[in-house]
């Protein structure tokens, strides 16, 4: 009895699992925080959950269920994920065409999205429009997307370039990013919390000039 109730408890959650994967309602977000508030942590505790869902009913998790990327590498490293041009091929000189390996990819995360250029941003869109052979209007191949950082960093570093919402025109990030949420309590200075408020004023500061 307690075999049978365990069945079909399992099955009901993969039924619910696969009415998620399937909703049409693709979630594109912008997660904010500083230095310290734990936008890391919750990149790879996002990962860690998926992984041991997948394992729960016995379906496979690969590095292309949820594809961790930074746009610099020191970042790549931290969340223990890939570069967004080596995992994306956003350097390939090859054209970007549908992939087996992308075709059950749930979630994509882009860390550091402070760094990134509006060029690659657009060109981000494109690639994953191709890798999941999704239609020529679909938002970056209708895959779920966070991008994570804090616009209150440093500038990108390619020459003429700007922070991504400095171009109101760009509608791949006005009108397409559908869901923001900010981490605000600092960790990192928990135990300085006066020395973390001076250097956040300052970052604060540093962007409004």
Excluded at 7 to 23: A, G
Excluded at 89 to 99: H, I, M, N, Q
Excluded at 176 to 186: D, Q
Aim: proline share 1%; hydrophobic share 35%.
């Amino acid at each position: 009895m307690l075999f049978r109730s365990a069945q079909s408890k399992r099955h009901h959650h993969l039924q619910q699992l696969e009415q998620i994967l399937n909703n049409k309602n693709q979630f594109v977000c912008f997660l904010l925080g500083a230095g310290g508030t734990g936008k890391s942590q919750t990149i790879n505790s996002v990962r860690h959950y998926c992984k041991l869902l997948c394992n729960e009913f016995g379906v496979e998790f690969t590095k292309r269920t949820i594809v961790i990327t930074a746009v610099t590498g020191s970042a790549a490293v931290t969340i223990h994920g890939e570069t967004m041009h080596s995992a994306c091929g956003l350097c390939s000189e090859k054209r970007a065409t549908a992939d087996d390996d992308w075709k059950n990819t749930v979630m994509v995360v882009v860390d550091e999205i402070l760094f990134i250029t509006r060029n690659d941003f657009e060109k981000l869109n494109d690639v994953l429009n191709k890798k999941s052979d999704s239609k020529a209007r679909s938002v970056f191949g209708n895959i779920q997307i966070v991008f994570a950082g804090d616009f209150c960093q440093l500038k990108p570093p390619q020459v003429g370039s700007y922070p991504l919402f400095v171009y109101k025109d760009c509608d791949l990030w006005y009108h397409k990013v559908n869901t923001f949420l900010e981490l605000k309590t600092n960790h990192r200075f928990s135990h300085d919390r006066e020395w973390g408020k001076l250097l956040q004023r300052r970052s604060e500061e540093h962007t409004s000039e």
